[in-house]
């Protein structure tokens, strides 16, 4: 009823081959890649299984650049650096803020390309259409556009935008979403009577969707970007010490209004 | 007792300062470097504080893409992949295999750029003693040295000493870890009268020694490296599905061995 | 703009008021709950709000006792073995394990409870239309019904039962939740002209119904549960010894299917 | 080469044994266990491998009782508390919280076990050397004694240490453990001057080692025991709502403190 053969091909990669002394990744022997691929571009080749070059490699780094840190007041980044206060070790204190990211936190990005693949498909006149049917499904909040903190503006998304303007003028990408992003900023603008400008999830969806990455996508970049941050807070809160830290200075504790 | 200022020291940081519009990261606009630093570049601003460039750069994106995967067996890939299949999110995968790395998953590299440094501080002649010391305090186990998997030799290893060597000529590092290295590997090849060949762990914490990285940062950058793998191994394992899938195939169990 | 208030104010809780020499946890001072409450009673306390006794409790703990552990194979106490060998801390490795948990994993008894409902509030003559809406909109599967594995019956399902059965006959809880679990289960294997039998998900969901629990508390009530059995395999493990311990031997590995 | 037996054999366990139709934990068919035995029995049998009776179970409960909360400070509550904020899933959020556990962050009681291992074999005469020799290893820390909050005293540490001498004249339990704990307080209390009150890991750490856990147990219990607390936590916060939610209010921000 089984043998060995059942237990080998349990576990099925297309990433990674080997035996000992060889290890191809991607079906490239790893001292080749090693020394010859920046770290961004393995990145894009062991997750996307193809190689990224040029112009597309530096909007992929600026997605991923854009989105280490936002301080240790984001959820992912506190918890870091009050698990490096709890005596556990730096990779445990960067998984437990990993851990932080989800729908919510570190999730529009995914949510904003799956909408920018809607307006592509319905196209321009079709756009007033695709917000109306994304609202009526998810509700009133349109992924992407809108920051509660950075007003007017969110400094990282002009200039990402201004990348992939750059990349399309030189033929990387299509540009098509950076249009769309535009459009919806505008219609959305002139619905509320007030800016609603294009965040740090709208414009690193922009780049992600011009380089043909799937939506889920987004979230395991951003995980990959952010995993920066945390290890930073975490290893600098090692070297401020601190033990046990919690959220608020100890005097304030917290409102109990239970019966 | 107490007022606002409290709470708003309660978290410091040199890393980020942020206002409404305005991100600073390690003191430079966050849309000054987006664009103008690679990744690989802009982890080390983060965690290290100083800005890393030319070949400095090439070692140090040399070593983050040696270590980013190992295979399903490796505990951090199989668990990321196990986590694909129990529904939760790509982040909460890439988490979950991330945690896996402690002192002995990842930890070596840390290990080994600390025996680095009491090697260098011992000089030449010293080795033997240093080695001597090491085992009487940590046991036999020599960190980075040795693999049960790659016989004759973990080809990674020699590619990022070549590339060491290459740095070292063009005056960008000093070489002095690389050299401590190899006499390690001498010294416990003739001890052991076989091959002891410098693995993963022992040939990047050559270069994180000689770019002065403190030695737990071997273990965080060791975590970034890796993240790669587990989110290219969840991401893969989302696309084959399966359900709640064990470590083996169902018909093997385990064994029960208790009374 | 601010004052302290503000910090005070920003975490919230019914759960536990707190001073200096003083605990109260749901509104009773700790020192009378330890040693009058038993730890199960005290988790429902805690997470419920409310005084669980008697056959309930029973119930309660009957629930909580059958999901502690289903073997080496489930992803949840392999990840906490895996992780027992890699060097973290036992709590960690707890961690690990209960961070496999989610939709798939440990999911089906939140989903079995929402159906119960529905199937509840359809009477009895409405179970047919409710089975088919939930097709419509979930798909094939009926959660809680049905087991790959413990064919004809997981011996812990008819047990659960019989013990719901006898609280209700002694008006502890209604029963009705059970009824409808059995007529689900007749319903199914009418169908299907072999068994489909309850299993442990939709057992514990009878009993959680029965409770009065909202259904997102059996997916918190399972991971209590589970973190007894990951517990017990991490320290286990622990014993055994084993370092960077993979899912399958090592001459096994994998299978590499890419071009 | 290989065979079956070989990855049968991979895993190997004396907790479970399990075939279709039958689960057997510690040798007990689970239908029994099942509506017979207690969560807290059901949990000493798991880790222990014993049944726990009468006096000592309640002992037993007693601890796990007393470690579930100790409010939104406490790190491993604020993490379960912001991930319930931040789209993931309960169980999720449970480990998020659970993974704060550490060498600090619940690790005292088992270094206190250890502590009173040694001051057990030393005797009476010697605990002042015991104290010195812990200090001269470890640092000016002795775990288990003191509070930075509950001044003058935690009140679960008397109500414990009762508890335990109540086992004690019932002949559950020696009573030799409760006598250490309090001749280490009284003994700092005389050093410093002022009282030096043992605290709830030192207090816990008295039952497990009068019950005779192995040290590291003092960990995993606790973690037990601070689930339910971050299970209570993480769904209250779900109903409260809330987005991102990080450690202060918004206004509060941190102080940036780099060049």
Same mark, same amino acid.
């Given at each position: 009823m089984t043998n060995s053969t059942d237990v080998a091909d349990w576990w099925r990669t297309e990433i990674i081959d080997m035996e000992p002394g060889r290890i191809h990744l991607?079906?490239?022997?790893?001292?080749?890649?090693?020394?010859?691929?920046?770290?961004?571009?393995?990145?894009?080749?062991?997750?996307?299984?193809t190689e990224i070059t040029g112009d597309r490699t530096a909007l992929f780094e600026a997605a991923l650049v854009s989105a280490v840190d936002h301080g240790p007041q984001a959820p992912s980044i506190a918890a870091a650096r009050m698990a490096a206060t709890c005596g556990v070790g730096l990779q445990s204190a960067m998984a437990t803020g990993l851990n932080m990211l989800g729908d919510v936190h570190g999730g529009?990005?995914?949510?904003a390309i799956a909408l920018y693949h809607l307006a592509h498909d319905a196209g321009p006149d079709g756009l007033q259409a695709t917000l109306d049917a994304?609202?009526?499904?998810?509700?009133?909040?349109i992924p992407g556009?809108?920051? #509660?903190?950075?007003?007017? %503006? *969110?400094?990282? /998304?002009? #200039?990402?935008?201004?990348? %992939? *303007?750059?990349? /399309?003028?030189?033929g990387a990408v299509s540009g098509a979403f950076a249009q769309i992003g535009r459009a919806i900023e505008t219609q959305l603008t002139a619905e509320r009577k007030k800016p609603v400008p294009?965040?740090?999830d709208g414009a690193t969806a922009v780049i992600y969707a011009e380089l043909g990455c799937p939506a889920p996508l987004a979230r395991g970049f951003f995980g990959l970007s952010r995993s920066v941050g945390l290890l930073a807070h975490a290893w600098e809160q090692m070297g401020q010490g601190g033990r046990n830290k919690g959220p608020t200075p100890p005097q304030y504790r917290w409102t109990y209004d239970g019966p």
């Amino acid at each position: 009823m089984t043998n060995s053969t059942d237990v080998a091909d349990w576990w099925r990669t297309e990433i990674i081959d080997m035996e000992p002394g060889r290890i191809h990744l991607r079906g490239r022997p790893v001292q080749d890649l090693i020394g010859h691929t920046g770290f961004a571009q393995m990145i894009w080749l062991m997750v996307m299984g193809t190689e990224i070059t040029g112009d597309r490699t530096a909007l992929f780094e600026a997605a991923l650049v854009s989105a280490v840190d936002h301080g240790p007041q984001a959820p992912s980044i506190a918890a870091a650096r009050m698990a490096a206060t709890c005596g556990v070790g730096l990779q445990s204190a960067m998984a437990t803020g990993l851990n932080m990211l989800g729908d919510v936190h570190g999730g529009a990005g995914e949510q904003a390309i799956a909408l920018y693949h809607l307006a592509h498909d319905a196209g321009p006149d079709g756009l007033q259409a695709t917000l109306d049917a994304w609202r009526a499904q998810h509700g009133r909040f349109i992924p992407g556009f809108g920051h #509660r903190f950075h007003k007017p %503006v *969110d400094p990282r /998304a002009p #200039r990402l935008l201004g990348l %992939v *303007d750059d990349a /399309a003028r030189a033929g990387a990408v299509s540009g098509a979403f950076a249009q769309i992003g535009r459009a919806i900023e505008t219609q959305l603008t002139a619905e509320r009577k007030k800016p609603v400008p294009m965040n740090i999830d709208g414009a690193t969806a922009v780049i992600y969707a011009e380089l043909g990455c799937p939506a889920p996508l987004a979230r395991g970049f951003f995980g990959l970007s952010r995993s920066v941050g945390l290890l930073a807070h975490a290893w600098e809160q090692m070297g401020q010490g601190g033990r046990n830290k919690g959220p608020t200075p100890p005097q304030y504790r917290w409102t109990y209004d239970g019966p």
